[in-house]
């Protein structure tokens, strides 16, 4: 079986011109979307993500603000540049890059960010809806997941409202600003869905699991992590991973995914690439969710929707 790559580039090409025209009303009214990153440290490829996010937000007319801070930065001082940006009337959505040095507990700075700019959907308050069903904003990275899917199954004339009804969906991964949140994705789609992490995988499940997967999501951070064996013929394959690893050949770093993509496209149905998959659905709709909340902090504008494929 030869797999069908699903170009999320191509797919964020369409959204793009969507989220500019969004933009464009906002500032029109007066108002004009401002995206802020908080980077702690020096990891490669939160820095490759934030200059994809600058370079997107500058093509479509949004503010983007960059925080970085040296990874020693002392935790006082962390949650003070949180607070600065919530104040800050110019900033309509905060994002705070993974991973943080082990001396600054992510959920400390998740619980001092200002919901209504808590654009991933970390904040207690906001996840608490996403879990419910009722959510104020649907985080990037699995929101790109999905409208992904979604498109695909545009693509081969099934209906998404229908399409994910008993099929299995395997994640392996249960970050707070991936995993988790697209299992919630997921039973909300009417799927029959499978959580898998490291202890799934110290305890040699990982390919049991994996293999009843018609949906497969993985974001668990290590590279080629799943194998043409561990998976079963015709599932849709979706690769969150994006790690930085050196070349022996080159010695050049380069980023790949969590998936061996050959290896696994040989069994699969469809499958996303890693660059080029769903990492440009995650920042045009990153973006999109700036624009969502500047337009709810704004009541002379209408609320920006959802968007769909």
């Not at 994705?185 to 202890?199: E, F, I, P, Y």
């Not at 305890?203 to 290590?222: K, N, S």
């Amino acid at each position: 079986m030869t797999a069908t790559v699903i170009d999320g580039r191509k797919v964020a090409d369409g959204l793009t011109s969507r989220i500019a025209s969004a933009v464009a009303d906002a500032r029109d009214a007066g108002t004009i979307p401002g995206l802020a990153t908080v980077l702690v440290g020096d990891d490669y490829a939160s820095s490759v993500y934030e200059r994809r996010l600058r370079k997107l937000a500058d093509a479509v007319g949004c503010r983007f603000v960059s925080e970085r801070a040296p990874a020693d930065i002392e935790l006082a001082d962390a949650l003070a540049t949180v607070g600065k940006l919530n104040a800050d009337p110019r900033i309509s959505g905060i994002l705070i890059m993974r991973p943080l040095p082990p001396h600054i507990p992510e959920v400390e700075l998740y619980r001092i960010l200002d919901p209504a700019k808590d654009i991933e959907a970390v904040h207690a308050v906001n996840a608490g809806l996403l879990a419910q069903g009722l959510p104020h904003f649907v985080p990037s990275t699995p929101a790109a997941c999905f409208y992904l899917l979604d498109w695909y199954c545009r693509h081969i004339d099934c209906d998404p409202a229908t399409f994910y009804d008993g099929k299995t969906v395997v994640i392996v991964g249960r970050s707070n600003n991936v995993g988790k949140l697209a299992l919630w994705l997921a039973l909300g789609r009417n799927a029959t869905v499978v959580s898998c992490d490291k202890h799934t995988s110290d305890a040699g499940m990982l390919a049991h699991f994996t293999r009843q997967a018609d949906i497969l999501i993985v974001a668990a951070g290590v590279p080629g992590l799943i194998t043409g064996d561990m998976v079963k013929d015709g599932v849709v394959a979706i690769d969150v991973g994006i790690n930085a690893v050196t070349n022996p050949t080159t010695g050049k770093t380069q980023l790949v995914g969590d998936i061996d993509t050959e290896a696994v496209a040989e069994r699969a149905e469809a499958v996303t690439p890693v660059p080029g998959g769903v990492g440009p659905l995650t920042d045009v709709w990153l973006v999109h969710n700036a624009v969502r909340a500047a337009t709810a902090l704004n009541p002379d504008l209408p609320h920006s929707p959802w968007l769909a494929p």
